[in-house]
């Protein structure tokens, strides 16, 4: 009985020794990550400031209501200003947020000689603002958004050579388009973006010499309206950061 119960013990301790070596074994087994890690974003939650700069193409539309001629001309522009926005990740990884922008812009152009404007007509955009809601999806440092909202633009005109002054209109309208942020470092970010700015039109009668025409008669004016292009860098600086 002695010699089975020392070859019991043995046994034990054999098979005791043995599991703790596979204990050691499976607990020294290097940790692989997993495939299916989320990906890190940074919370881009709070209000922010921020100027741009860029530059704007389009093709001016033009009509004189006195012949019915019209046509348009390519012209392209600078602009820069000055950005204020929100950002609210509640609902991670997508973003909301809203941005109100102004920028000085300097969009002119001059037709040729018309009926109207004998000496050629000018029209520029001085100046052009947007209010729009932003979308994106927030991935790592990056951020990829959609935009749209209303357009506020001041058109100006006048006919070349002339002391009839200038004539201009704020025009109230829609934009939209994408763009891209990225995380430089703590609260600063950089930003590329593009815009479609339809800032509609202007009609020059009293600025090109002319006066209204009697109801039911012919307008002697020229109509003109803009479509713009916007390509622009922004650099913004959060004001208060959520990690």
Known sequence: MKRISSWGLALAAFLGAGAANAADIFSAAPAYPSAFAPVPYYNWTGLYVGVNAGGGFGSPDWYDMT?????????TSGLAGGTVGYNAMT???FVFGEEVDLDV????TTIGSTPVCASGCEFRSDW???ARLRFGV????FLPYVTGGVSFAQLSTDLVGTPFGTQSK???????GIG???LLWDRWSAKIEY???DSSGITCDIACGVTNAPAGAQQNAVSFNLHESVVRLGLNYRLWNFY
């Open 67 to 75: 012949d019915g001629v019209g046509g348009s001309y390519s012209a």
């Open 195 to 197: 815009l479609y700015i």
């Open 180 to 182: 891209l942020e990225y």
């Open 138 to 141: 927030a991935i790592d440092k």
């Open 91 to 93: 609902l991670a990884p």
């Open 128 to 130: 052009v603002g947007t």
């Open 105 to 108: 812009s300097r969009f002119r």
């Open 170 to 176: 704020i025009n109230m309208s829609w934009t939209a």
